[in-house]
């Protein structure tokens, strides 16, 4: 039928009446929204199975993204942009007198993530049917989100995040109980030979049924659609008299239960194991499944498959393909592994070497005992082709298994033919420090793969009145090709348009006003400058340098209050892992330091401190748009990429960073002179870990200024924070200051005093804001997972791309 705003609103009151024997003015906005994503859902669903139809006719090469996150945040709003029909339903619910913001508020958050990982899976899932590439996802499909976070008394409280519990639930997901696999998991395995092979006998094994839920992953505008699988744990049917209670019951039902369950015990760490391998095997059973019905033998099946692993959780798919080959299949071992390799890419997302996932030898034989099988198998013959060709020590630093332990990133390096970073300086870390020994084994495996965003939630959706600016001074193209912002460089002396600008970014503050005074009771300033830092809370991110430099502008204000200063409203948003003791200390002082200085009357309105509850993709969509500055300030050489300062840079926020992550090539895109750079370099970092010679309690000591402003947090000036600020100032001073705050507060201090300078001349801060604006397209994620479908994957794109002609059908 044709796209029209009569055949919609026709199609939409017949489907409410059929779902719920309803007019539109007797349903409720949750009846409302159920009924929109129905009819959305049902006009996608032919493209949808046209999309892998096509790729079984054309014999298409497919890839499997393998995440333990995906962070989609919501999807009606996007799903509607992307197939084309907005701004027809934003008016058609006008015309039936309905608010369409209301309605899809209704929706929750998929809380299937919690920060950047998962958000980066869910823009390439985005990406990659936009772009029309056979690219699937594989995750978990989790009960409870990660956690929801809530202030009291300035702590931060866990409650839990029932996001599938809400009356909207998950109304994207399709339950296919056809499709399921069982899963085994631990008990004991022995292998006995069987013919000319070895067959695994498993004694008290327990069987999981994986069931899959799939969500449809909608393309811009090209009548393409591709799947994001979710696995949910449950009971096999034939299995359920084994677990008669409800507790048995749960300890199956759990492992699909919350996100990163805690593991700094050891039940928590066997829970995050049990959920490793449940999606891992679930998932590759699928795809051989799916490969055996369509396709040719498994000895040639990396002709047709393509598996990533993203992050070290899924790094089982390595051991989990070869047990299935070997197991299964009864390939020899040889063709089993040269298979596994040419199917296996794996992304590195950390430059911490401690945040590199091991597992206790004896915890992985608990939970899956075979699998620990194939790893050792594994490692000896990685040993073995080693011995006498390379060095003794790297060998030994290099394998799988040592110091009792499963190192992870090591199975997925050496199971894989290709690893990459996400950020140029991560990828040259990678090769020069933290995987060095790998380098000099693989160097033809490493590459670099920077991350990306996508502009068409980030700004399409999240700042539509940006978007229209845009639309105005360049036309409607950079809307299917991001790199056409490029375009708004020629348009830096267009006073009109900067002036709009202005104007934009101030609607943008006036609306996060709002929400601020609606969650805090706080009223801000929007013609303040809205200085934004918005990431998870972890010491390295340093959060606690920008509330440093918060305390020394209110010790200024209180000894001067006729200051003149750029007034300034100061936002956080960020969840503190549960059992981080440290970073929810600093969100306890950032918090009593926010409660001090809002409530000062004597500072005048000219410093206003915000941390906003339970940072996720809704908020940032609310924050990032109306952000002046972007905070982007973690220790050289430790955040591996960022993508919120793509997200901010993209909105016209000007950025504060360290030579960190994708804040160098944010750099070389916009110029030295349109972002703020401050700080130790990567270089000075390693010399000081080379040399020993930073000692952080010379600066308390003899730094008059930095001993003024830490003494703030013992001498109860800031109230209520005795114990944080005690473990914070003894952090910062006695034990010597591991991310280097001190070294960095007085540089910091310098490039801020920059920014008030450049932020009065307005023309010249919307210049710059336009030159970054116009540089973000660099960093579009279109255009990164072009890269890893041609360097990594060898997927080709199969869907046409025409513009707002290629929509979707009613």
């Not at 085994?184 to 094994?205: C, F, I, R, S, W």
């Not at 498959?305 to 959780?313: E, G, K």
């Not at 794996?346 to 194939?374: C, F, G, K, S, V």
């Amino acid at each position: 039928m044709e796209l029209t705003k009569t055949a919609f609103i026709e199609n939409f009151k017949k489907r409410l009446g059929q779902k719920y024997a309803l007019d539109v003015s007797d349903a409720t906005d949750s009846e409302l929204y159920d009924t929109l994503c129905s009819l959305v859902k049902s006009s996608y669903s032919a493209i949808w199975r046209h999309t892998w139809k096509d790729y079984l006719k054309e014999n298409e090469k497919q890839a499997y993204y393998f995440s333990i996150e995906f962070l989609p945040g919501k999807l009606l709003k996007s799903n509607l942009l992307n197939m084309g029909w907005y701004q027809l339903v934003v008016d058609a619910f006008q015309e039936l007198g309905l608010d369409f913001e209301k309605v899809a508020a209704v929706e929750p958050d998929m809380a299937l993530g919690n920060g950047g990982l998962g958000r980066l899976a869910a823009d390439f899932m985005d990406s990659l049917a936009s772009e029309g590439y056979p690219v699937n996802g594989n995750g978990i499909r989790y009960k409870y989100g990660l956690f929801k976070q809530r202030f009291v008394n300035g702590y931060q409280v866990e409650l839990p995040d029932e996001w599938l519990k809400t009356a909207a639930g998950n109304a994207w997901e399709i339950r296919r109980a056809s499709k399921a696999v069982t899963v085994t998991m631990g008990g004991h395995v022995n292998l006995v030979q069987e013919n000319d092979y070895l067959k695994p006998v498993y004694e008290d094994a327990t069987l999981i049924q994986a069931v899959p839920y799939d969500v449809g992953m909608v393309g811009y505008h090209n009548q393409h659609v591709n799947t994001l699988r979710l696995w949910s744990a449950e009971i096999p049917d034939e299995a359920e008299s084994q677990y008669p209670t409800i507790e048995d019951r749960r300890q199956i039902e759990d492992i699909t239960a919350v996100l990163y369950p805690d593991d700094s015990n050891e039940s928590g760490r066997r829970l995050r194991l049990k959920q490793e391998y449940f999606f891992v095997s679930a998932g590759i059973q699928s795809i051989v499944r799916h490969y055996k019905k369509y396709h040719e033998a498994l000895d040639q099946i990396s002709q047709r498959v393509a598996i990533h692993i993203n992050d070290t959780h899924p790094a089982m798919c390595v051991a989990e393909l070869m047990r299935i080959l070997l197991d299964e299949e009864h390939l020899s071992w040889e063709k089993a592994w040269e298979q596994t390799v040419k199917v296996m890419s794996y992304t590195n997302h950390t430059i911490m070497a401690e945040a590199l996932e091991t597992w206790d030898i004896p915890l992985m034989n608990e939970i899956q005992p075979r699998i620990l099988q194939i790893i050792a198998e594994i490692d000896h013959r990685f040993v073995t082709a080693l011995a006498g060709k390379t060095d003794g020590q790297l060998i030994e630093r290099t394998r799988i298994i040592s110091g009792g332990k499963v190192h992870m990133a090591h199975l997925a390096i050496i199971g894989s033919h290709s690893t990459n970073g996400v950020a140029q300086l991560h990828t040259d870390l990678l090769e020069s420090d933290v995987l060095h020994d790998f380098y000099m084994l693989y160097p033809e495996r490493f590459n670099n793969k920077t991350n990306g965003i996508a502009t068409r939630r980030w700004l399409q959706l999240a700042n539509p009145r940006l978007a229209e600016v845009i639309d105005q001074t360049i036309g409607r193209n950079w809307r299917q090709d991001a790199n056409q912002l490029q375009q708004l460089l020629d348009h830096q002396a267009d006073s009109q348009l900067l002036d709009q600008l202005v104007q934009v970014k101030l609607a943008n503050k006036q609306r996060l006003a709002k929400v601020i005074k609606q969650q805090t009771g706080v009223t801000v300033n929007p013609q303040a400058i809205f200085d934004v830092q918005i990431k998870r809370l972890h010491a390295y991110k340093r959060q606690l340098l920008n509330l440093l430099r918060i305390i020394k502008l209110y010790l200024d204000l209180k000894e001067n209050p006729d200051l003149a200063i750029v007034p300034r409203v100061f936002i956080f948003g960020a969840k503190a892992a549960p059992s981080y003791h440290y970073a929810k200390s600093i969100i306890k002082c950032i918090n009593e330091t926010a409660a001090l200085i809002n409530h000062d009357q004597t500072i005048q309105d000219k410093l206003k401190v915000i941390f906003l509850e339970n940072y996720g993709v809704s908020l940032a969509e609310q924050i990032i748009p109306a952000a002046d500055v972007s905070e982007q300030i973690s220790t050289a050489s430790k955040e591996a990429s960022g993508t919120s300062n793509m997200k901010l840079m993209l909105n016209g926020a000007l950025t504060v960073a360290t030579l960190d992550g994708a804040n160098i090539e944010i750099k070389e895109q916009v110029g030295a002179d349109n972002i703020f750079i401050f700080g130790l370099t990567k270089q000075e970092v390693y010399q000081y870990y080379q040399d020993h010679s930073y000692h952080s309690l010379d600066y308390y000591q003899q730094n008059p200024l930095i001993h003024r402003v830490l003494n703030t947090l013992v001498d109860g000036t800031i109230p209520n924070i005795s114990a944080e600020g005690h473990e914070i100032f003894d952090s910062l001073t006695y034990l010597n200051d591991d991310y280097f705050v001190l070294r960095d507060f007085e540089a910091y201090l310098r490039i801020q005093d920059q920014v008030d300078e450049t932020y009065r001349d307005q023309h010249k801060w919307q210049q710059m804001s336009l030159i970054n604006i116009a540089n973000a397209c660099h960093f579009s994620s279109d255009g990164t997972v072009k890269k890893y479908a041609s360097e990594i994957w060898n997927v080709r794109s199969v869907a046409q791309k025409g513009g707002v002609n290629v929509g979707y059908p009613l």
